[in-house]
Nanobody, 124 residues
Framework: QVQLVESGGGLVQAGGSLRLSCAAS????????MGWFRQAPGKEREFVAG????????VYADSVKGRFTIARDNAKNTVDLQMNSLKPEDTAVYYC?????????????????WGQGTQVTVSS
């Protein structure tokens, strides 16, 4: 069956960095566009970053542009999110998601498969 497993979350001070990783299995990974989303308590799930099937195109939410970088390794079936200059408002559960499309999608409803999430907490 399809599995997306996130790792790398944790507690970090404001200004620090974390690298999240998502390992996929059960799909032909290179056929799927990938995205990272996050959800803070009491808020809706929001788009963070997306990457095309081949990795040549990326898109970011304005709130993370210039601080976060998404990258994928189709040989290893992984997609990473490097997060720098973290802020307390970045605190959330972070999810990776996959969609059998070639484009870059921001709407979480369009994604088919989801991981279980990993907690990121940024202290001030």
């Amino acid at each position: 069956q399809v599995q997306l497993v996130e790792s790398g979350g944790g507690l970090v001070q404001a200004g620090g960095s974390l690298r999240l990783s998502c390992a996929a299995s059960g799909i032909i990974f290179s056929n799927y566009a990938m995205g990272w989303f996050r959800q803070a308590p009491g808020k809706e799930r929001e788009f963070v970053a997306g990457i095309s099937r081949g990795g040549g195109s990326t898109v970011y939410a304005d709130s993370v542009k210039g601080r976060f970088t998404i990258a994928r390794d189709n040989a290893k079936n992984t997609v990473d999110l490097q997060m720098n200059s973290l802020k307390p408002e970045d605190t959330a559960v972070y999810y990776c998601a996959a969609v059998l499309r070639s484009g870059l999608l921001r709407n979480p409803a369009e994604y088919t498969f989801w991981g279980q999430g990993t907690q990121v907490t940024v202290s001030s």
